[in-house]
């Protein structure tokens, strides 16, 4: 089993930064493929960025490309989520997954699931 345990969200105005972590453990992740996705009031669950290979491949949402970065350190057992020039539209509650065995970097159906941070971003 895996225990995810996201951290770091909070209010904050638009043109801002804000860095997400997610703490795991139970196993060690070094080779798990690790993402993140997001879920806003009343809309789906949506992917937003997820980090293969132990860090050397990620992989953005349209909407987050240029502005987020993911990333990973292995030797802490520890993900991040940099999140720059932060909108509006970015506000939701941010969740961490982890696979061991998912090879698409896009895909929704990762078996762990943090109990995620709310990131609320003011105009």
């Known amino acids: 089993q895996v225990q995810l345990v996201e951290s770091g969200g909070g209010l904050v105005q638009a043109g801002g930064s804000l860095r997400l972590s997610c703490a795991a453990s139970?196993?060690?992740?070094?080779?798990?493929?690790m993402a993140w996705f997001r879920q806003a009031p009343g809309k789906e669950r949506e992917f937003v960025c997820s980090i293969y290979w132990k860090g050397t491949n990620t992989y953005y949402a349209q909407s987050v490309k240029g502005r987020f970065t993911g990333s990973r350190d292995n030797a802490k057992n520890t993900v991040y989520l940099q999140m720059d020039s932060l909108k509006p539209d970015d506000t939701a509650v941010y969740y961490c997954?982890?696979?061991?065995?998912?090879?698409?970097?896009?895909?929704?159906?990762?078996?762990?699931w943090g109990q995620g941070t709310q990131v609320t971003v003011s105009s």
């Open positions: 139970g196993r060690n992740i070094s080779n798990y493929a």
């Open positions: 997954a982890a696979d061991q065995y998912l090879r698409n970097p896009f895909a929704s159906s990762y078996e762990y």
